[in-house]
């Protein structure tokens, strides 16, 4: 079963569309050869499409070639490197499209307001209407009781003499003004009521607009006390101390059974440019390297998320190590255990580059990251984990940290 978002599909059909007649069609039979009764471009890119896991699949495949994607990027106002190669550009074009989906969410909240906005206003006018309506019934019948009270008057002209016809006219002024300030104070009570109304409605749209504001405001950075020139090593370990709990605790909380609420976890953590290198040994040796901040947090989540594992970092002395730069740069290294269910599955060894944001005096953001897992095989004895970075090593990785910010 595929799972593409709207704009997914809409760009890998786009994508598709770009690819020679043979080159579409031998795409389509090496993902869905029992399908037949296929001739036109169209029906194969729905195959493909719908027999595709995810557009990432879909975009590794061999006859999708670099170019197709670079153009398509292009097309699209993209910036890129022209020297970035295909696992870049479907980075690039995976984050473009997630932008995307985010800007059309956008735009649809913006619509759903505005709605809401013209029926509250055409709420209010149809009050109003409803009020304009009684104020003129209640205008005809004072007219009404006027014709009655008139015609009673004359009655009594006919059948009273002069000084009963002054006392019956006294007696008719009165009542006149009576029911004149009973009808004015009805009025100027109804249109109280409806005012305190009106009132009420604007102040509760208000509350729950800043409410609303409040509950969209994020902060993405994650606040540490920034080492000392005295401090040295001890405020160094305890900033490494402080930021492996806070990152594997969120990193962990993304599994289910972890047995806690999901945090936020998102690229917010990394800066855009970061690198992840990612190495890992079950019966080979196997290496990737993910940069943006997107895709680093997405494959990062996917250890968790997807294939359900648990880091467990020893962030004692001899599992954590933290070194600083003059410039104020951070690198940490931390190991640890690895596990799955119940199932202990290997170790692990990870070096964090953190970067201090401009924002605030002690925001910080990763900029590098390189895990390297290793599988247990067997009965193989798992001992307490021992950092092999040892602090030369990390003060080098340090100083290329320091490099590749230049």
Same mark, same amino acid.
């Given at each position: 079963?595929?799972?593409?978002? @709207?704009?997914?599909?809409?760009?890998?059909?786009?994508?598709?569309?770009?690819?020679?007649?043979?080159?579409?069609?031998?795409?389509?039979?090496?993902?869905?050869?029992?399908?037949?009764?296929?001739?036109?471009?169209?029906?194969?890119?729905?195959?493909?499409? $719908?027999?595709?896991?995810?557009?990432?699949?879909?975009?590794?495949?061999?006859?999708?070639?670099?170019?197709?994607?670079?153009?398509?990027?292009?097309?699209?106002?993209?910036?890129?490197?022209?020297?970035?190669?295909?696992?870049?550009?479907?980075?690039?074009?995976?984050?473009?499209?997630?932008?995307?989906?985010?800007?059309?969410?956008?735009?649809?909240?913006?619509?759903?307001?505005?709605?809401?906005?013209?029926?509250?206003?055409?709420?209010?006018?149809?009050?109003?209407?409803?009020?304009?309506? #009684?104020?003129?019934?209640? !205008?005809?019948?004072?007219?009404?009781?006027?014709?009655?009270?008139?015609?009673?008057?004359?009655?009594?002209?006919?059948?009273?003499?002069?000084?009963?016809?002054?006392?019956?006219?006294?007696?008719?002024?009165?009542?006149?003004?009576?029911?004149?300030?009973?009808?004015?104070?009805?009025? #100027?009570?109804?249109?109280?009521?409806?005012?305190?109304?009106?009132?009420?409605?604007?102040?509760?749209?208000?509350?729950?607009?800043?409410?609303?504001?409040?509950?969209?405001?994020?902060?993405?950075?994650?606040?540490?006390?920034?080492?000392?020139?005295?401090? !040295?090593?001890?405020?160094?370990?305890?900033?490494?101390?402080?930021?492996?709990?806070?990152?594997?605790?969120?990193?962990?909380?993304?599994?289910?059974?972890? !047995?806690?609420?999901?945090?936020?976890?998102?690229?917010?953590?990394?800066?855009?440019?970061?690198?992840?290198?990612?190495?890992?040994?079950?019966?080979?040796?196997?290496?990737?390297?993910?940069?943006?901040?997107?895709?680093?947090?997405?494959?990062?989540?996917?250890?968790?998320?997807?294939?359900?594992?648990?880091?467990?970092?020893?962030?004692?002395?001899?599992?954590?190590?933290?070194?600083?730069?003059?410039?104020?740069?951070?690198?940490?290294?931390?190991?640890?255990?690895?596990?799955?269910?119940?199932?202990?599955?290997?170790?692990?060894?990870?070096?964090?580059?953190?970067?201090?944001?401009?924002?605030?005096?002690?925001?910080?953001?990763?900029?590098?990251? $390189?895990?390297?897992?290793? @599988?247990?095989?067997?009965?193989?004895?798992?001992?307490?984990?021992?950092?092999?970075?040892?602090?030369?090593?990390?003060?080098?990785?340090?100083? #290329?940290?320091?490099?590749?910010?230049?």
């Amino acid at each position: 079963m595929s799972h593409f978002s @709207a704009m997914q599909k809409l760009g890998c059909t786009e994508i598709l569309q770009s690819l020679s007649y043979s080159d579409l069609f031998a795409l389509k039979d090496t993902i869905a050869t029992k399908l037949a009764n296929v001739w036109t471009k169209e029906e194969a890119i729905s195959v493909i499409l $719908n027999c595709s896991q995810s557009a990432e699949e879909l975009l590794k495949r061999r006859k999708i070639v670099r170019e197709a994607i670079l153009k398509y990027l292009i097309r699209h106002d993209v910036v890129i490197k022209v020297s970035a190669d295909k696992q870049q550009l479907i980075g690039e074009v995976l984050f473009y499209w997630t932008q995307k989906e985010w800007k059309r969410k956008e735009l649809i909240d913006q619509t759903k307001h505005k709605l809401e906005q013209n029926v509250k206003q055409e709420i209010a006018n149809a009050k109003i209407k409803a009020m304009a309506q #009684e104020v003129k019934a209640a !205008g005809i019948e004072l007219e009404q009781a006027r014709q009655v009270q008139d015609q009673l008057r004359r009655q009594l002209e006919e059948q009273a003499r002069q000084a009963v016809e002054q006392k019956r006219r006294q007696a008719e002024e009165q009542i006149k003004r009576r029911a004149e300030e009973q009808v004015k104070r009805e009025l #100027e009570e109804q249109i109280k009521r409806r005012m305190q109304e009106q009132m009420t409605e604007q102040v509760l749209d208000e509350r729950k607009k800043q409410l609303e504001m409040q509950m969209n405001i994020h902060l993405n950075v994650t606040q540490y006390e920034t080492p000392s020139q005295a401090g !040295g090593d001890f405020e160094c370990q305890i900033i490494g101390e402080e930021f492996c709990k806070w990152f594997f605790i969120l990193l962990n909380s993304q599994n289910p059974s972890f !047995g806690r609420q999901p945090e936020e976890w998102g690229p917010q953590h990394f800066w855009d440019d970061a690198i992840l290198h990612f190495a890992y040994s079950v019966q080979e040796d196997i290496t990737e390297q993910h940069q943006s901040s997107a895709t680093v947090s997405l494959r990062l989540l996917s250890l968790v998320k997807d294939e359900q594992l648990l880091f467990n970092p020893n962030i004692s002395k001899n599992g954590m190590k933290c070194v600083t730069s003059p410039h104020g740069l951070v690198a940490i290294a931390v190991a640890g255990t690895i596990h799955k269910n119940t199932q202990c599955l290997g170790i692990f060894e990870q070096l964090f580059g953190l970067v201090r944001t401009p924002v605030g005096r002690n925001n910080w953001k990763i900029k590098y990251v $390189n895990l390297q897992l290793k @599988a247990l095989i067997g009965q193989q004895e798992i001992n307490q984990p021992s950092l092999s970075i040892e602090l030369p090593a990390l003060v080098a990785h340090l100083n #290329e940290l320091n490099a590749f910010l230049k």
